[in-house]
């Protein structure tokens, strides 16, 4: 498959999976005389079978492309960057904050690994927090290998390349950004906006170890991209959307939804993010734990700024309450 229009064509690489996200998006663009990589799929043979099938069918050899963009440095979007960067050398595109995270530096990760650690006793997690912290300090020795070998050529706000605008868009990761051609109404959105699922905006450190509001900050890059004049977007999973107005209105509206169920369990008295996890999740909290706790801290995150709850440290751990009632007590239940 292939969009084209007058000089430029987009060659989506969908490779699907049985995961609720459906599929790894990735897209060859053609513009101008020059071949670029928008995002990289994820590190497997059978993605890289799909994206030079895809070359193939097009005409293309490894040695046309020009250059390669991500959208952020998520293990999904960057899989196939060292192995097609082995071969021919090219220049990567990123954002100023993906660097870090690509090049797997170790003073960041362990600051990562402290932030975790901190954050979860703060938000009352106990074991489980103790245990995913396990994990995080196992992954960093796993992911060692993925290190992304090549040079990075940054980028910010307002760039272009290939053709195409930079927009940040921080809030699933704090490097996020989407890609916008003005002329031809398209937006390569990575996992900005994906059809049949909420995006995460997973909570994160910023380099300094402080704590990003990751939900605030998406809903800002959500509401920011409700103004483009965009006909076709193209997301790093999923179908590609021609209704990123609804959808994105979709989007904001379940985020206050939520943010309203959480507000009313804390207002029945469950004061602390763990136990609002424990409570909202439920069996999904052990399954998914580090997902569930990013988006109930998120969404307190954005209850705060809206001056609907407030909170107050007791033993090391923060409890929330709704606003305008005096802060009672915490008890034992
Ligand atoms: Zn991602």
Redesign the pocket.
């Known amino acids: 498959m292939s969009i084209s229009k007058e000089g430029f064509s987009v060659y989506p690489v969908i490779v699907p999976t049985k995961y609720s996200l459906r599929s790894f998006n990735f897209y060859l663009l053609e513009e101008a005389g020059s071949l670029s990589l928008i995002d990289a799929g994820i590190n497997s043979e059978e993605c890289w079978e799909y994206f030079m099938q895809t070359m193939n069918e097009n005409g293309f050899t490894l040695h046309d492309l020009t250059r390669i963009i991500i959208t952020?440095n998520?293990e999904?979007?960057v899989g196939l960057i060292n192995r097609i960067s082995s071969i021919k050398e090219i220049p990567l595109y990123a954002h100023q904050e993906s660097i870090h995270r690509l090049k797997r530096d170790k003073g960041f990760f362990s600051l990562r690994i402290e932030f975790f650690d901190q954050l979860y006793r703060e938000m009352g997690c106990g074991a489980a927090g103790e245990q995913q912290v396990q994990k995080l300090k196992d992954a960093v020795r796993k992911n060692e290998k993925n290190r992304i070998q090549t040079d990075i050529i940054t980028f910010a706000e307002a760039d272009r390349i290939a053709g195409l605008q930079v927009i940040e868009t921080p809030g699933?990761?704090p490097d996020h950004v989407v890609l916008l051609h003005e002329q031809k109404k398209c937006l390569f959105a990575?996992?900005h906006l994906i059809s049949h699922i909420s995006s995460n905006a997973l909570v994160e450190p910023d380099r300094d170890g402080e704590r990003i509001l990751t939900l605030v900050e998406y809903v800002d890059s959500l509401k920011k991209c409700l103004q483009l004049d965009v006909e076709i977007l193209y997301p790093?999973h999923g179908e590609l959307i021609n209704n990123h107005k609804e959808l994105i209105t979709k989007r904001l509206h379940r985020i206050d939804e939520k943010a309203e169920r959480i507000l009313r369990l804390i207002q029945s008295g469950i004061s602390t993010a763990n136990q609002l996890a424990y409570t909202y999740y439920k069996g999904k909290y052990e399954s998914q734990f580090p997902l569930v706790m990013s988006e109930i801290i998120g969404h307190l995150d954005y209850l705060e700024t809206q001056h609907k709850v407030q909170k107050e440290v007791k033993d090391g751990v923060w409890h929330y309450y709704a606003y305008g009632k005096p802060i009672k007590k915490y008890e034992v239940r």
Do not use: A
């Open positions: 952020h998520h999904d979007h699933h990761s990575g996992d790093g």
